[in-house]
């Protein structure tokens, strides 16, 4: 059974910088389809970053470009998500998904659409303050 733990979340203001971690249980995440997505109050979830990890193959979403930074580190069978930069509008529940399906990394729209994704975290709540 595919399971996804995410950590890291936390309070920080505005400038700081914070790593969220998923760890995967129940697969290796080689060769998966997986991403980061944030859903705060009253707004539509957001896809922020996915990455192949057969490949290393990256989307961003605009509005984290040059400040997150997807990766992966197949031996501890863990995906992360660096952010650096943050922003009071960052702020939201974080989660990760996972899919084994190639296809859902092949462009930008598919790879940051949360929908498409078989599995999913509980998420980390990230706090940014100004």
């Known amino acids: 059974q595919v399971q996804l733990v995410e950590s890291g979340g936390g309070s920080v203001q505005a400038g700081g910088s914070l790593r969220l971690s998923c760890a995967a249980f129940?697969?290796?995440?080689?060769?998966?389809?997986m991403g980061w997505f944030r859903q705060a109050p009253g707004k539509e979830r957001e896809g922020v970053a996915s990455?192949?990890?057969?490949?290393?193959?990256?989307y961003y979403a605009d509005s984290v470009k040059g400040r997150f930074t997807i990766s992966q580190d197949n031996a501890k069978n863990t995906l992360y998500l660096q952010m650096n930069s943050l922003k009071p509008e960052d702020t939201a529940l974080y989660y990760c998904a996972a899919d084994y399906r190639r296809s859902v990394c092949m462009s930008a729209t598919q790879a940051l659409g949360a929908l498409n994704y078989k599995h999913r975290g509980q998420g980390t709540q990230v706090t940014v303050s100004s």
């Open positions: 129940g697969y290796t995440v080689s060769h998966y389809c």
């Open positions: 990455i192949y990890t057969g490949s290393g193959s990256t």
